[in-house]
């Protein structure tokens, strides 16, 4: 910001900077963001066992989508969509936990529909109660939004530990191949099918020790990059990282650019590329909860956005803003992706470097949507052995905890104690899920995608035990506690 900046009546966010060093930097908000981009559609892809060509198409479509919202949040669309300052969207974390237990009980394709349906169901819906969003964030004071951030953080950790492992995600064993091929022979002759559950086999792969050995590595790279790199190199320590370990797994053999080379330069991400979407009310009902976190989250970075930048942030600029994530909800169910926040990170870097211009983000979003367009930047993004992504998981994942753990640290117990009480429980309520995962199967299966998901269980626990124990509180106060919680979350996603 200059002094001739500030005399020609053109505030900070608004200033146009010179074309090179706009490109600079928001080449930079995209590094920084990358790899938390990336990290939901690898998670919400193999959960539901899509071939690796389907979660490449996973990745396009999140890249391309987190550009389009990028820029209508950043330069505005009519007085109804876009905040107007220097935000970068990506897939909200809070989104992941439903979205497993979604794919748990329904892989596939099928699975994906279904996903896809909610995902628009609940992004049109949030369009509509985004001027409600002000309202409702006296029930998410920092107690309520600590622990869920704090048990969206635990409950991504399996998915890190899974990766470093190598193996599956979630299970240490696959299907005995000789009973599959028996129960298919039964079936073509139409004799009895073998009596019994299916034989289960260790996967040879998991936890070898080579594979955990360059997970440890990949996670040693990432600390000794945060602690000793300065500025920007400190900012993008976790892509480093994942790009030391593909190096790494490529020269011992364990990464091949097989599908790279085959995927095309050049593609348009192409709407309901997995079909029709279906719409389950459970699943809406689930997505539309999450929509709801999501509103909290991205008010509490609005408000320390504007602190930052030193614009007010008006009832209608916050309304449009909120309505904005509802929009790109709805955009990314159409794209084959995910809901969409304002990443906090990008956040941070505003604070970091000191610059304001919203033009800055609107560039990282043409980046993005460049990015999206190429197909061999998805494969190559997929082609990453999972070992590789699990030491940059296990910090990526436990900065989301190490997030609400801090925003737990500025909530009063001393003098209510209640508080106390509001923590313990929806913590255990959100692990159940993770210690006891068979815990719903006399449950209808219906509700299997809400109950499987300890985010939402967590969600739905805090917020009535807070009404219990504190009752609403006021908008003002509320207000106050989600900038001051802002600010704290900025340092990770």
Known sequence: MTDTTMDAGVHPVDEKLPTPRLMALGFQHVLVMYAGAIAVPLIVGRA???????????????????????????LGVTQWFGIRLPVMMGVTFAAVG?????????????????????????????????????RMLRFFPPVVTGT????????????????????????????????????ANAKAAGTALPVGAAPMIANPNYAALDNLAIAVFVLACILLIAKYGRGFLANISVLLGIVIGGVVATLLGKMTFDKVGSASWFDLVMPFSFGTPTFDPVLIVTMVLVMIVTFIESTGMFLALSDLTGRKLTPQSLTAGLRTDGLGTLIGGIFNTFPYTSFSQNVGLVGVT????????????????????????????????????????????????????????????????????????????????????????????????????????????????????????????????????????????
């Not at 996973?58 to 950043?74: E, H, N, R, W």
């Not at 939402?456 to 919680?485: D, H, M, P, Q």
Request: glycine share 12%.
């Open 98 to 134: 439903p979205m497993v237990a979604m794919a748990n009980s329904m892989p596939g394709v099928d699975g994906a529909r279904a996903i896809f349906g909610a995902i628009i169901a609940a992004g049109v819906i949030g369009i509509f109660i985004a001027p409600l969003a002000s």
């Open 148 to 183: 869920i951030i704090a048990i969206i953080g635990i409950s991504l950790m399996r998915v890190g530990i899974g990766w470093a492992m190598g193996g599956p995600a979630f299970l240490a064993k696959i299907p005995d191949p000789a009973h599959l091929q028996a129960v």
């Open 354 to 493: 000191g610059v304001r211009s919203r033009f800055v983000c609107v560039v990282g979003g043409l980046i993005l949507i460049v990015l999206g367009l190429i197909p061999k930047m998805a494969a190559l993004v997929e082609s990453l052995p999972q070992f590789v992504l699990g030491g940059a998981g296990l910090v990526m994942f436990g900065m989301v905890a190490a997030t609400g753990i801090r925003i737990l640290a500025g909530v009063d117990y001393k003098t209510n104690k209640n508080n106390l009480y509001i923590v313990a429980v929806s913590i255990s309520a959100g692990m159940i899920p993770l210690v006891a995962p068979a815990w719903s199967q006399h449950m209808p299966h219906s509700l299997h995608p809400l109950l499987e998901s300890g985010i939402l269980l967590t969600t739905i626990c805090a917020v009535i035990l807070n009404l219990f124990f504190n009752g609403g509180g006021s908008a003002e106060a509320s207000e106050r506690e989600a900038r001051i919680a802002a600010m704290q979350a900025e340092g990770g996603h």
């Open 48 to 74: 539901l066992k899509l071939s690796p060509e389907q979660v490449a198409l996973l990745i396009s479509a999140d890249l391309f989508c987190c550009g389009i919202v990028t820029l209508i949040q950043s």
